[in-house]
């Protein structure tokens, strides 16, 4: 992310799809993105920054502009570099 390196584990996302009926169609209206990240110490302001340009920035989310609304939240824990 932006230069920084994340372990694995260290980044996780639920990710949740809401439909709606148009129609009678069920029909994709929203995705919903909650991330919880294990970052390292003094990083928080890179991480924001990344995570403020999601929407403009993710290839699905631009994607789907204009059909699908995409939202995110996160969880955000800052370790000491050792700790990650």
Known sequence: MRG???EPDAI???VEGLNELRDRIPTLTGIRIHYTLVIPAG???????????HVSKCPTAVSLRGAVEVTWTADIR???SSEV
Do not use: N
């Open 78 to 80: 800052e370790v000491g």
């Open 12 to 14: 996780r996302a639920e």
């Open 4 to 6: 920084i390196e994340l």
């Open 43 to 53: 990083s928080r302001e890179v991480v924001d920054r990344a995570l403020e340009r």
